[in-house]
């Protein structure tokens, strides 16, 4: 239980710092629910975290329904996380590195985050908790099906961001799907 905690905790700060410090500064996306929020926030100028709980309740009724289990232990990463990135807003700005050095590094600390959480068989929820599904019932990487799903959302979300943001865009959901794989895959 504790394990769980501290990774929801730590894992939800990590995403946080690299959402707010590097990614945003620049317009980059990331993947999944947290691109689609960041997309909503660009256009809107709308809380991303809040977004992303808005977003996801239907993948919750259906975790309700179908895989319980995913539904206890993905909402409080949900809900942390969430909270943790409209929080962590204030740490916009305070250091700027160049466009490309920041995907790379908001990639690590996101996916440090996720994979955290994944690692403990918890989550962001979202399309996290999509993908765990789909990696429960098909065997894959969840750390793989995340990426799929993070590509499709910055493809969708090239139409809102510079070419250049886009490009460095992509470098942030490699990077993220790198480093959740590795993460996942060394569960003990």
């Known amino acids: 239980m504790w394990k769980k905690a501290m990774a929801i905790g730590l894992g939800s700060l990590l995403l946080a710092i ?16 947290i691109g689609i929020g960041l997309i909503a926030k660009y256009l809107w100028n709308i809380k991303a975290g ?46 700027v590195f160049p466009p490309t050095i920041s995907s790379i590094i908001g990639g690590i600390f996101v996916g440090t985050g996720i994979g955290m959480m ?20 098909t065997g894959w990487n969840v750390g793989i099906i995340i990426f799929i799903i993070d590509m499709l959302v910055i493809t969708v979300g090239s139409v809102i961001v510079p070419v250049a ?23 003990r």
């Open 18 to 33: 690299g959402i707010n410090v590097f990614l945003v500064p620049h317009r980059l996306l990331d993947g999944g629910m």
């Open 50 to 95: 809040m977004t992303i709980i808005c977003l996801s309740v239907p993948l919750y009724v259906i975790a309700w329904f179908y895989y319980r289990t995913f539904f206890y232990n993905s909402l409080h990463g949900l809900l942390v996380s969430s909270f943790m990135i409209d929080v962590c807003s204030i740490f916009r700005g305070i250091i």
């Open 118 to 137: 994944l690692r403990e068989e918890t989550s962001t929820g979202g399309t996290d908790l999509l993908a765990q599904f789909i990696g429960k019932m």
């Open 165 to 187: 943001s886009f490009m460095n865009s992509f470098i942030v959901v490699c990077v993220v799907g790198i480093v959740t794989t590795m993460l996942t895959r060394t569960k």
